[in-house]
């Protein structure tokens, strides 16, 4: 048997997917989850086959009690545990704080207790953490946008402005390097996360790895939860015939990295050879518009759903992110293989034997609405 490797919401999307390939390389995996229900839905036990392979310890990430029996003989942690809806965030201030931020404090102390024979520490990262990225401004070259401005957008003007002259850029690839500009609460307590993991683990002279991951999608990603996952939510409209809202002109964009290639990139790092602790982005290089992304859901389910190109705008939300993965294959030695074209034909073959609430999505635009970070 190998070593030891605790997963913080190993039960979650990219958790278990995570747990089954560590369960095959021979390492022995625990997994804490509180199976949230707003992700989860019903759903309160591990599939069938984690079940026979994994020890669960079941409960809240902030149970410092809990997390005590859980670190016990842990070799690695993973912390995967987290509230992800970047709107939602924006008003659930102090639970997003007290679950992504304040768990995290509670695991950095008993890591320091020295009790436990801990080699590396890996947390999900998020492109969050950056805003708006990096961007090309004709006058100025490679800048990095500060949040967009609403009357900006109330104008239908959308692509983010140089810090310098506010003439409008165009995207670049963000690296590692760029500053820290999160525009969203969760944003925010992804930084201050992946900042302590990394601060702890040069205290405790051990791995650590902050991974950026871009827009993960595939099969298993929840799909009730109508906070999080634009895939998710165009794809239980267009099932369901529902009116699908693009906001902003549909020309923003994301990296969507599929969920196996996360799952490699997060396993060689658990696997990594002593090294300083690191941020690395975990994505594709390339951008897809949200247009397109509509398109290809249409016509996947011969959907009758409406389009409508909105205009409207969510606060917190970025125009694009796109990783530069270059430190990604240099210090681990991995590039995301998967084509997006490729990826989302297995996504949605998957999402179409699923049951789906598609209504919540619609509720969640109002709770936003009503708290005055949505226009339009
Ligand atoms: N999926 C993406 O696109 C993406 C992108 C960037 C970063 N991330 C990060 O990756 C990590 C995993 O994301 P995912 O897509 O697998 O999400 P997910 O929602 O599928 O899984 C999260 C898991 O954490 C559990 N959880 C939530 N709150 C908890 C709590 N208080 N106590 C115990 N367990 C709790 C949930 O039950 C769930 O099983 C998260 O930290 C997320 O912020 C995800």
């Known amino acids: 048997m190998k070593d030891r490797v605790l997963i913080t919401g190993g039960a979650g999307f990219i958790g278990s997917r995570l747990a089954r390939r560590l369960v095959v390389a021979g390492y022995e995996v625990s997994i804490l989850d509180n199976f949230s229900p707003q992700i989860h839905g019903g759903q309160i036990e591990l599939s069938h086959d984690l079940r026979n392979t994994t020890q669960l310890f079941r409960g809240d990430v902030r149970d410092i009690s809990l997390l005590e029996q859980a670190l016990e003989g842990v070799h690695v942690l993973v912390h995967l545990a987290a509230e992800t809806g970047t709107g939602q965030s924006m008003y659930r201030v102090r639970h997003y704080t007290e679950v992504n931020i304040g768990a995290t404090s509670s695991l950095m102390e008993l890591l320091l207790t020295g009790k436990y024979p801990l080699r590396s520490l890996v947390v999900a990262s998020s492109r969050a953490v950056y805003g708006e990225g990096a961007a090309k401004c004709p006058q100025h070259g490679p800048v990095f946008p500060e949040a967009r401005s609403g009357k900006d957008m109330k104008t239908g003007d959308f692509e983010p402005k140089c810090p310098i002259c506010r003439a409008s850029t165009s995207m670049l690839l963000t690296s590692e390097d760029a500053p820290f500009q999160p525009s969203s609460l969760y944003g925010l307590t992804k930084q201050v996360q992946e900042q302590m993991v990394l601060l702890y683990a040069s205290t405790l002279g051990i791995n650590g790895f902050a991974l950026r991951y871009q827009n993960v999608y595939g099969p298993g990603q929840s799909l009730k939860n109508p906070y999080t996952g634009i895939l998710a939510i165009f794809s239980n409209q267009a099932r369901a015939n529902r009116p699908i809202y693009i906001f902003e002109d549909g020309k923003e964009s994301r990296d969507f990295v599929y969920v196996d290639d996360v799952v490699e990139a997060t396993f060689r790092a658990v696997e990594a050879l002593p090294q300083k602790p ?27 759903s409406s389009v409508t190109t909105t205009g409207a705008f969510r606060d917190g939300d ?33 999402a179409r034997s699923q049951d789906v609430d598609a209504g919540k999505y619609e509720q969640s635009l109002a709770e936003l609405r009503n708290k005055g970070l949505m226009y339009g």
């Not at 518009?289 to 859901?297: G, I, Y």
């Not at 030695?333 to 073959?349: M, S």
């Open 278 to 304: 690191v941020a690395l982005n975990v994505g594709t290089g390339v951008a897809v518009t949200v247009a397109e992304l509509v398109d290809l859901v249409i016509s996947y389910y011969s959907s009758g």
């Open 318 to 350: 970025i125009r694009h992110n796109c990783a530069n993965t270059e430190r990604l294959q240099s210090l681990l030695g991995y590039t995301p293989t998967w084509k997006f074209t490729a990826g989302i034909q297995e996504f949605l073959g998957w």
